[in-house]
């Protein structure tokens, strides 16, 4: 008895870590479902400003304790296209002049969850020039600056006027942490289209 209790100290430590991290593990391949389905719907084009189609992000997202504007996850969707002299449009009459020239830029953003939990590793354009539907107006993404996807350079390089679709699942996992050992736990997976 007396060696049970000695060995049991070191012992439950390793076994509550073994069950923390499975789980997350089992909460990441969740994550990265969400993230690829959701993915997959964006890059077709599908609405998610629209609340029936945010409802079908959440039902995938099951379990993991996301609703359609707040709880513990946030899915967030970004389309990004690279500029050219072609997408550099008037008032710009040179690509000189315009701001945003050969740079990858966001052209949609939408966040379904908690948008207050994470921020996209992408970039993050400012609230004031993404409109109701998570588009981007031409005249904002030509010139400002916080509609740059700067990040995206690391990812992938696309060739003037070409778009990608990207989808990040973010889930904050508080239940899984140990405290002292492992806190703020959460879950991440991007996909790219």
């Known amino acids: ?7 049991s100290m070191f012992l439950l430590p390793i076994l509550f870590g073994v069950f923390s991290i499975g789980m997350s593990l089992t909460m990441s391949v969740q994550a990265a479902v969400v993230a690829r389905d959701s993915g997959a719907m964006f890059m077709r084009y599908v609405d998610f400003s629209t609340s029936g ?3 079908l992000i959440v039902r995938i997202a099951r379990g993991m304790g996301m609703t359609e504007t707040g709880g513990n996850g946030a899915v967030i969707l970004t389309q990004i296209m690279k500029l050219g002299a072609a997408q550099c449009v008037p008032p710009y009459a040179t690509t000189a002049s315009c701001p945003n020239f050969d740079r990858h830029v966001i052209i949609k953003r939408i966040i379904i969850g908690n948008a207050a939990l994470t921020t996209s590793s992408v970039g993050t354009p400012a609230p004031s020039i993404i ?3 998570g588009a981007i107006t031409p005249a904002n993404y030509l010139a400002d600056v916080t509609a740059r996807a700067d990040a995206f350079n690391g990812l992938m390089n696309l060739g003037a006027g070409e778009v990608a679709f990207v989808s990040e699942a973010y ?3 508080p239940y899984l942490d140990m405290p002292g050992i492992r806190t703020n736990s959460f879950v991440y997976q991007r996909s790219v289209f």
């Open 1 to 7: 008895m007396v060696e049970f209790a000695l060995v």
């Open 53 to 55: 189609n945010k409802a």
């Open 131 to 133: 409109g109701t539907d």
């Open 171 to 173: 889930f904050s996992t």
